[in-house]
């Protein structure tokens, strides 16, 4: 078969836009089957977004089909094998369309109202046939397909869906329907990308949710599920012929009313609502097909007293169907609400990849899911998704090497919201992954990547090779998102150096010698250029967490310098009250390094204590999920659906279970294990997914020290060790990784 269907078709020129509705269109296949099959395929690309029937029957991978890309750079589709679905006789194969990224209205903040390609949605699909006399033939898709406007009246990913149910057309997809009425569809032009079929997980409901309390809200019912999350509804209702429902969405609450102004682009827009129609004829129910929601919270407006029941609404959680692949508990409620809160926004914001927030933006923003990529691969498994999402990244990368700040974009990201800190998506996608799984093949995909991007950032080097072109430490506590407290220059410079590192690394694992010399040289030019500029007396440019942190752990001070530097980083963190004081940059990395030096029980106060700013006020001001920004009470609301905060929860992998997999970078079935007893902690438990099988991780404190009990699968090297102050039973402090149950005494 071709690599993609190519008679692409659509119901006519016509799109939708913010004040302009235009029905997702229906679309008719019928054929006749006279002979015995042996096996039948279909390949599908649907633009923007597609439901797929056979005979009525839905064979949808999962919402949001085919993937969501940028259709100049990546065109993808989908197969089916439907050997069993076909009947002898008449057949129809039927579909709806969604607008989806093909007319991506709703983004107008990042111009992808403007995006070159915009159009109405557009289909094409093949149905290949084999018989058993031996004979085949190739269905597909032309101006003889047919075509209805549907009951979705408007449809896009920010601003919702509106449902006339008075308007459907029964059996539509069925072949004994009369479909005389219905016109021909138009032929639509072959799109620029390159094909791909998408290998990245699909989207799926995962989880079905009813609320816990119903609360009369002015004219409204508003619905709580409990908990901040992703996805769609099922509406259930018996209703009298054009009552129309109109639902909002949102996460919080505040003054008693629902609160969207965090989520909202402008308050006279349309944004996360959707409205249904009743047509009257007993119970009917309703989920939307192309749009979904970041809400804890609906508002139901048009409905009856005696309608507002629990039954009415259902909460469906969809993502990614990703697994589970690691969990972590303690004895510590907020460590284990922390831990909790943080799985949910990471899988709640996987739609085909890492989103920023699930509410407002839905974009696939670089930085967020770098920031991210280490605990995620911990805690779920992304990987076949970055590889898919990486594709989309390289084909985003402009000839010069330029990324943009979002994928897929239009165009936007490309002069604002990018740069070396959001960039390195790039590097730590692969690098993260290699080290967890072993894939080298997602290396070997991104080498050619890797060379343009280090190429383009020695292009931006100044004057005295530093770099200073794009965003920075994002989010510090108590203030604006934007008002770092480190300044560009250091955080983009240092983490050139990083990036050229891990690129030298990876380019090793690769053999790719004059590649990996050339990496290395940018990092040694960077990095001698941040020591001669930006660091005096050994305190860096911006006397802050994050410039301290970081020159540290990314290993600009030299091993002799780090003592005094380090020692300065606790006078910051003293200076502060015991709090952190850094944006996602320093935040990442500020609690590894603290316990990497000895600081665990600071490191682990700073996240658990209740007072702002910390993980631990989110949890007592009732966040479930990670929140964007720490902000005092009362302070200024941003999304409360955010898992660039995320990381903490590799931090309790690594440091509290003491789970620290391929540490030295040559083995992924080796995992060394040292845990830090916190004072305070009298059980640990972990578990993580390894290539070589499940590692269980566990200790309990007794009034004779701590247990350490350990499952390991037996072909995992690595070595059990122990931290200042303690030693297994015999004295020793180091010994292999094997299943078994350790005594470990304190001393000193």
Known sequence: MKDLPINFICAGKDFCELDKFVPAPYFRFSFNINKQIKSADIRICGLGYYFLYINGQDITKGYFAPYRSNPDDIIYYDVYDITDKINSGKNTIGAILGNGFQNPFGGFIWDMSKAPWRAAPQLAFDIEITYFDGTSEVLTTDENTLTAPSPILFDDLHFGEYYDARLEIPNWNLPELDDSNWKNCEKAPTPRGKARICEAEPIIIKEKIKPISITKEGDAYRYDFGVNNSGLFLLKISGQAGQKVVLKFGETIVDGKLYTDNIRFNPSHRFQEDEYTCKGSGVEEYTPKFTYHGYRYALVYGIAEEQATKDLLTYLVMSSDLKINGGFECDNDIVNKIQEITVRSSISNFYYFPTDCPQREKNGWTADAALSSEEMLLN???????????????????????????????????????????????????????????????????????????????????????????????????????????????TDSILTVDIAEKCAFMFDVLNMKPQKEFAESLAIIVKSAIRKNLIKSGIVDGDCQTSQAMAIYYNIFDEDEKADAFAYLLKLIDKAGGHFDTGVLGGRIIYRLLADNDEAELAYNMITRTDFPSYGNWIVRGATTLWESFMPEGGRILSLNHHFWGDVSAWFYKYLAGINVNPDRKNV????????????????????????????????????????????????????????????????????????????????
């Not at 970055?386 to 239009?410: C, F, Q």
């Not at 390195?424 to 290699?434: K, M, Q």
Request: aromatic share 14%.
């Open 380 to 490: 779920i498994t992304p990987e076949n998704s970055y590889k898919e999402w990486l594709r989309n990244i390289h084909k985003a990368m402009s000839d010069d090497g330029k990324l943009p700040g979002i994928v897929p974009t239009s165009g936007w990201g490309y002069s604002w919201g990018n740069g070396p800190a959001w960039d390195n998506v790039l590097v730590y996608l692969p690098y993260y992954t290699y080290i967890y799984r072993g894939d080298k093949s997602i290396l070997e995909e991104s080498a050619i990547p890797f060379m343009r991007y280090l190429n383009y950032l020695f292009s931006r080097l100044d004057s005295n090779n530093l770099i200073s072109i794009g965003l920075g430490d994002w989010c510090p506590p108590g203030k604006r998102e934007d008002q770092y407290a480190s300044p560009v220059i250091v």
């Open 669 to 748: 079935n080796c995992t060394d294990i040292k845990p830090y007893f916190i004072s305070s902690l009298s059980h640990v438990k972990a578990w993580h997914n390894l290539p070589c099988g499940k590692l269980m991780v566990e200790w309990n404190r007794n009034e004779n020290g701590i247990i350490l009990d350990i499952n390991a699968p037996l072909e995992l090297e690595g070595t059990i060790s122990l931290p200042k102050g303690y030693s297994f039973a015999d004295g020793s402090k180091l010994c292999p990784v094997k299943t078994g149950s350790y005594n470990i005494v304190k001393f000193g």
